[in-house]
């Protein structure tokens, strides 16, 4: 049965591929098997913390910080959901986004 596998060099992701085993010599890793993932998904160039058997997702932000379930999250905490928003690193805030249609006549 094939199987993702992410080969870690130095406890970064170097490489990923998918099948039956790895073909060349290396540290593999499988991260998911019959679409069951790990907490994250291996990404190429992304840290494997080997304490914590867990693979790290790219942080998306200097100022956000890495919780107790290897997810990353803002400093003041969750996205609203009262709308679009994105994340304003400059302010570390969210600021929501205002659609420009203009009216039909």
């Known amino acids: 049965m094939s199987k ?3 080969k870690i060099e130095n406890n970064i992701v170097v490489n990923t591929i998918y099948g039956e085993n790895p073909l060349d010599d290396g540290e593999y890793l499988e991260f998911s ?3 069951v993932i790990r ?3 291996a990404v190429i ?3 494997y913390d080997r304490e914590n058997d867990v693979f790290i997702l790219p942080k998306p932000f200097n ?4 919780n107790e379930d290897f997810k990353w999250e803002s400093p003041i905490g969750d996205h609203p959901n009262d709308g679009v928003y994105r994340w304003d690193e400059s302010n570390t805030a969210w600021v929501k986004i205002v659609s420009s ?3 039909n006549h």
């Open 4 to 6: 993702f596998w992410a």
């Open 33 to 35: 098997h019959e679409g």
């Open 39 to 41: 907490s994250n998904p």
């Open 45 to 47: 160039g992304a840290p």
């Open 63 to 66: 100022s956000w910080i890495l």
């Open 101 to 103: 249609t203009t009216p």
